[in-house]
């Protein structure tokens, strides 16, 4: 009997980060259009950002089953196992991989399950190169109006079907809305005004603009003595996310010597702006998840506003602000219009202007036409394949152990069991060993390039 045949839907995600596990998962739920809940099994694509149990644990989304897959594992997986809907939350060449894998896999059956893809977060570089990785998914959501226009217009401009561009939303947000900063006076017990500076991996990515926010937050609390100043990090040294973090603001703050009320905190980023009464950042994502909950927001123009940054992002926002302009008691107020425009906290109660709550109903219908549709699911057909960039497609399909293709190349590596206790020994020998080279060798050779 199929999956679809049953009143729960069973679901699929690969992911191959703890960020896009979180996106994955949450995205999985919020568009299956069943009532009765679904059964979610998910895949993490093993490699440097694999993430460990407490990154799994902080994230918070459980499954009904979680392993560890290699590319080829988890396509062999999908010929044994039967799903109604398989969200496939990687980097764009994974997406590209897995889908030639599927497409070579499946065949011409119509009996497959609906795929989908998107984008974590704010997509502000290889706009066009990320797109067209994505390309021949059912859906490839769209986090805002913004970012659907752009993704049709891509799609458009390369004469490649458009129609599984679907607008939704972030699946993360949500939380209370900000109630407003604590009184002046807070009595015994009261929170005190919090500010949290959200980190990114890799933005910006050397050490002197990293240590330059670092004191620059450092400084803010040595002038604000009575508030609470927060460093949020993304992960524990040796964790990797979605990027890697070569300097960890961990290393960076060893040796300065903050105040009392400076401190760095992990957890879910909901969580922190549970007690959050401003949130700086110079481009995360936790910035939308923020101005979701009206809490007053700063972008950093500290290091010039650019594209490498991400935070060119914001422009029109409101909320581009430098450190001078915050110590000196600047609030930001973002523009309600940009704001709803990127799907965040959207406040236009004209008819059919939607609201967070609805974000997800298009995706939702969607994929329940797809599931009925009469005689099932045309094979996957992406953008690129050997005709069209042959230059391209095969370097990509071959780092995940595909032929040109889409087969496993021979000796690609499978594994019939789960690990013994000496490949455990040497696969964490290896993450480690690569993880020296990107975090410790990588920075010097490249230092050594500059000179």
Request: with cysteine.
């Amino acid at each position: 009997m199929p999956a679809s045949a049953t009143k729960s839907l069973r679901v699929a995600v690969l992911a191959d980060s703890d960020t896009r596990w979180k996106w994955g998962a949450l995205t999985a739920q919020r568009v299956t259009p069943t009532g009765d809940g679904i059964r979610l099994d998910g895949y993490l694509l093993r490699g440097r950002a694999t993430p460990t149990a407490r990154q799994l644990k902080e994230v918070g989304v459980p499954a009904d089953s979680l392993r560890e897959v290699t590319g080829v594992e988890f396509l062999r997986a999908m010929g044994e196992e039967s799903y109604d809907v398989l969200v496939l939350a990687l980097v764009g060449g994974g997406v590209q991989a897995m889908l030639h894998g599927l497409r070579n896999l499946w065949g011409g059956s119509a009996t497959r399950p609906v795929v989908v893809t998107g984008y974590v977060g704010v997509v502000y570089e290889k706009l066009a190169d990320g797109l067209l990785l994505r390309h021949g998914a059912d859906l490839v959501l769209a986090n805002s109006r913004h970012d659907a226009d752009r993704f049709r217009a891509v799609y458009e401009g390369v004469g490649a079907d458009a129609s599984a561009v679907t607008e939704v939303a972030l699946p993360f947000l949500g939380g209370d809305p900000y109630t407003g900063e604590p009184e002046p006076s807070a009595e015994q017990g009261r929170r005190p005004y919090t500010v949290v500076f959200a980190a990114q991996p890799s933005v910006p990515d050397n050490r002197k603009d990293r240590t330059y926010l670092l004191n620059r937050l450092i400084e803010h609390a040595r002038r604000h003595p009575e508030r609470e100043v927060l460093l949020k990090l993304r992960s524990r040294p040796g964790e990797h996310t979605t990027h890697i973090e070569e300097l960890p603001y961990q290393k960076l703050v060893q040796g300065t010597d903050p105040p009392a009320n400076f401190r760095l905190v992990y957890g879910h980023m909901g969580e922190v702006l549970d007690r959050t009464d401003l949130l700086v950042t110079v481009s995360s994502t936790a910035a939308l998840e923020a101005l979701h909950r009206r809490i007053p927001t700063v972008v950093l123009t500290d290091l010039g506003v650019r594209e490498v940054l991400g935070n060119h992002h914001f422009t029109g926002s409101g909320c581009l602000a430098s450190w001078d302009q915050l110590d000196a008691g600047h609030r930001p107020v973002p523009d309600e219009e940009w704001v709803a425009r990127q799907g965040v906290a959207p406040v236009d109660t004209s008819p059919g202007a939607g609201s967070y709550a609805t974000a997800f109903d298009a995706a939702r219908e969607r994929i329940a036409e797809l599931l009925d549709r009469p005689g099932g699911l045309p094979p996957l057909a992406p953008y690129y394949t050997p005709e069209t960039a042959p230059g391209y497609l095969p370097g990509i399909l071959a780092r995940h152990h595909l032929g040109p293709d889409g087969a496993p190349l021979p000796g690609a590596p499978v594994a019939d069991k789960e690990p013994g206790p000496v490949r455990q020994i040497v696969r964490r020998a290896a993450r480690g060993a690569y993880r020296h080279g990107v975090q410790r060798v990588a920075p010097v050779i490249r230092r050594m390039g500059e000179l």
